[in-house]
């Protein structure tokens, strides 16, 4: 690792934390929360934790007799975490191997991460694996690309002005759009009751360009795609144009998102 990296992945979870948590991110948690029957005196584990709001707002519903913990792999989401709310009990790890030991939560939660795990079916075994007897699995997962069309329409703008790989980092957050693939993991890596929902939700962002300038600069480099300053300024005079139906009469960028909440028991 050199030693800009760690700065840029500092900046790149801040710059997630500013942009998306507030425009995309926080209006789900309470829908996972509310799945997961948290109350007070509950120990949980937020799951792909990103810079925390999920677990942020577990903590204010467990209280100080519970207790929230939160991994992720990636450091500088866990630098912004910690400082966020250093009362959590952040750690480095990865879904398919949680740095946790055994029957250690009454609840294990996880948005938008499920996605991008390498294995997902151990990964949800292993969940499973620090859960205690009949407690709560509650993951999230984006519906399909059709189904939040403004983000297709960005993928068209970045297949054509950045290239495919750019334009996959941005498709990676629907990949397990399809229902019926989400219950299929969730069987076979042993959950009981599953349940999936589907709920709408709405992204609001400032302007066209706080959208498109939120992923080029907060999620492509979470996801190791770097673009130079004269792309990403070149992008965002295209995307004006290329978003302009998304756009409200206030000149926000408002649009419609669709979300899968898986919900089951450890037997």
């Known amino acids: 690792m050199n030693q800009s990296q760690p700065h840029a992945q500092i900046a790149a979870a801040s710059a997630y934390e500013e942009l998306f948590v507030p425009a995309l991110f926080q209006q789900w948690t309470h829908l996972l929360i509310q799945a997961a029957g948290l109350e007070p005196g509950s120990h949980v584990l937020d799951v792909a934790c990103g810079t925390g709001i999920l677990a942020r707002d577990a903590l204010s519903t467990v209280g100080p007799s519970g207790s929230v913990s939160g991994t ?34 009454d609840c294990v939660i996880s948005q938008f991460g499920l996605m991008f795990f390498s294995d997902h079916v151990a990964s949800v075994r292993e969940m499973l694996r620090v859960l205690v007897s009949g407690g709560r699995l509650v993951l999230s997962v984006w519906d399909t690309l059709e189904r939040c069309p403004a983000f297709a329409d960005e993928v068209s703008l970045l297949e054509r002005t950045a290239g495919t790989d750019a334009a996959n980092a941005l498709r990676a957050p629907f990949v397990l759009g399809n229902k019926d693939d989400l219950v299929q993991i969730a069987n076979q890596a042993g959950v009981s009751s599953v349940a999936v929902n589907t709920h709408q939700g709405t992204a609001r962002f400032p302007s066209i360009r706080s959208l498109v300038e939120a992923d080029l600069r907060g999620w492509l480099p979470v996801m190791d795609i770097h673009l130079q300053e004269e792309e990403i300024q070149r992008i965002l005079a295209e995307a004006e144009g290329a978003l302009s139906e998304h756009v409200n009469t206030q000149g926000e960028a408002v649009f419609q998102v669709s979300a899968h909440i898986l919900s089951g028991t450890k037997a």
């Open 72 to 105: 992720d792999p990636n450091p500088g989401m866990l630098e912004v975490a910690r400082r966020l709310a250093p009362e959590v009990d952040w750690k480095r790890g990865t879904a398919e191997a949680l740095p946790f030991p055994g029957e250690s939560f």
